[in-house]
């Protein structure tokens, strides 16, 4: 693989590097959307999953405006934490309806998956 030579091959990392960015911006906020949608389904409402899951999005945001390198991973480790404790939420809920308990599995993946890759991008600021 050659090394980019032109700026135009330069110009496109950067786009492929900028839209990746932003798929993870735009799938934490689905992931909120869904726990959001998820937890309408309950018996009770858990205001804990809603507020953790859309923690994750809105500080991975924060971390894209940081100020500094220390404020980038302050932030990534906040998405990391609203991440955890999101999952932890999920998986203490009880479900009685099978498709709920799928979706319920889903988000908690989703979740897990979050927690990896804030965990890399942390391992990649060092």
């Not at 492929?16 to 409402?45: G, W």
């Not at 809920?93 to 890759?117: G, H, M, P, Q, W």
Request: proline content about 2%; overall charge positive.
């Amino acid at each position: 693989m050659q090394a980019p030579n032109s700026k135009s091959q330069t110009i496109s990392n950067v786009q492929i590097a900028n839209s990746k960015h932003y798929d993870l911006e735009e799938r934490t906020f689905e992931f909120a959307k869904r726990v959001i949608e998820f937890t309408k389904k309950l018996p009770k409402t858990m205001a804990n999953i809603e507020i953790a899951s859309g923690s994750v999005g809105a500080n991975y945001i924060e971390a894209n405006e940081a100020l500094s390198k220390k404020d980038f991973a302050l932030r990534i480790k906040i998405c990391r934490k609203e991440s955890k404790e999101s999952r932890y939420w999920l998986k203490l809920v009880e479900i009685k309806d099978n498709n709920d308990e799928t979706e319920r599995e889903l988000l908690i993946k989703e979740a897990s998956e979050f927690i990896k890759i804030f965990s890399k991008i942390l391992e990649k600021t060092k």
